[in-house]
Structures are given as C-alpha cells and as structure tokens.
C-alpha cells in the first residue's frame, strides 16, 4: 500500500484527501523515482511539498535530508585538510548576525562543526586572533525556537 493511500491519511486531511490522491498521483506520472546516487552527484534535487506556517510536512522533510543527504567532507583549512573523522573539535563561523535585538548588543555566529565534538565552557583556540574563547550560552535555532546547548 502506498503512503497515499494509508486509511490514517484520510483522518489527517479530511476533505482534503481525495485532491491530495489526485496531486500524488499526478506527481507520480510526472517524476521518475528518487535516485540517491544522482542526487550526491548534483545531476537530480529532490522536491518537497509543504508548509512551514502551517507545520505540514517540515518533520518529514528534515527526516528524508538527514537520511539523503551526503556524509561530512573533508574541509580545506588554510595549513591542511581538516577529516570530520578528527578528534580534536574545529569549525569555522561562516556568518554573524549584529545587533538583532535593539535593547542589546547582541551578536549571533553562526559555526559549521568540522571535526570532533563541541562542548559548552570548555576553551577552544581561534586560529585568526590566536586566542582562547570559551562560549557559555550556546545556542541552537529552530524557526523561533532558541535552545541552550552543551
């Protein structure tokens, strides 16, 4: 049986469903199926149907990425090539956000993790100002939702 076709579908969408069918198979008229191997090789890109606003089909989405998408990659750094497979934790921020809230001086960065593991309060040594930084309030963004880490 076909995801469609799923009797629980029919109670979630309620009137919606019989167009939703159409829809589904309509796409699969048009689409051939996902394949993977042209998909890491950037020939294909898949395409998600949904809403954000509404919270229809984001779960799905961020389930069907983290199982599609490539492993982490090597990462040229400026002195070598950083294995996401090292021990010792590297990144690199790749973007900072400034003044957000007008009442502080706030500043967001955003971190790519390279290799190895962060943990919150411990010192991690930036390459550029050659120094030592510790962040005690990480956090990690989902839509509105802002999380402490550690």
Same mark, same amino acid.
């Given at each position: 049986?076909?995801?469609?076709?799923?009797?629980?579908?029919?109670?979630?969408?309620?009137?919606?469903?019989?167009?939703?069918?159409?829809?589904?198979?309509?796409?699969?008229?048009?689409?051939?199926?996902?394949?993977?191997?042209?998909?890491?090789?950037?020939?294909?890109?898949?395409?998600?149907?949904?809403?954000?606003?509404?919270?229809?089909?984001?779960?799905?989405?961020?389930?069907?990425?983290?199982?599609?998408?490539?492993?982490?990659?090597?990462?040229?750094?400026?002195?070598?090539?950083?294995?996401?497979?090292?021990?010792?934790?590297?990144?690199?921020?790749?973007?900072?956000?400034?003044?957000?809230?007008?009442?502080?001086?706030?500043?967001?960065?955003?971190?790519?993790?390279?290799?190895?593991?962060?943990?919150?309060?411990?010192?991690?040594?930036?390459?550029?100002?050659?120094?030592?930084?510790?962040?005690?309030?990480? *956090?990690?963004?989902?839509?509105? *939702?802002?999380?402490?880490?550690?």
């Amino acid at each position: 049986m076909k995801n469609s076709e799923d009797p629980i579908l029919e109670e979630k969408v309620g009137k919606y469903a019989k167009q939703l069918h159409e829809d589904i198979h309509l796409i699969d008229g048009v689409y051939d199926p996902f394949n993977r191997e042209k998909y890491l090789a950037g020939e294909v890109a898949p395409v998600f149907f949904g809403s954000a606003i509404n919270n229809f089909g984001v779960k799905e989405l961020l389930d069907t990425f983290t199982e599609i998408a490539p492993p982490p990659g090597d990462r040229p750094a400026v002195s070598r090539i950083v294995h996401p497979n090292e021990k010792p934790f590297s990144g690199f921020v790749f973007k900072i956000h400034a003044n957000l809230d007008p009442k502080h001086r706030d500043r967001i960065a955003f971190l790519r993790i390279c290799s190895g593991k962060f943990e919150r309060g411990k010192f991690f040594h930036h390459v550029r100002l050659n120094k030592d930084l510790r962040f005690n309030s990480p *956090a990690q963004f989902m839509a509105q *939702a802002k999380s402490i880490i550690d």
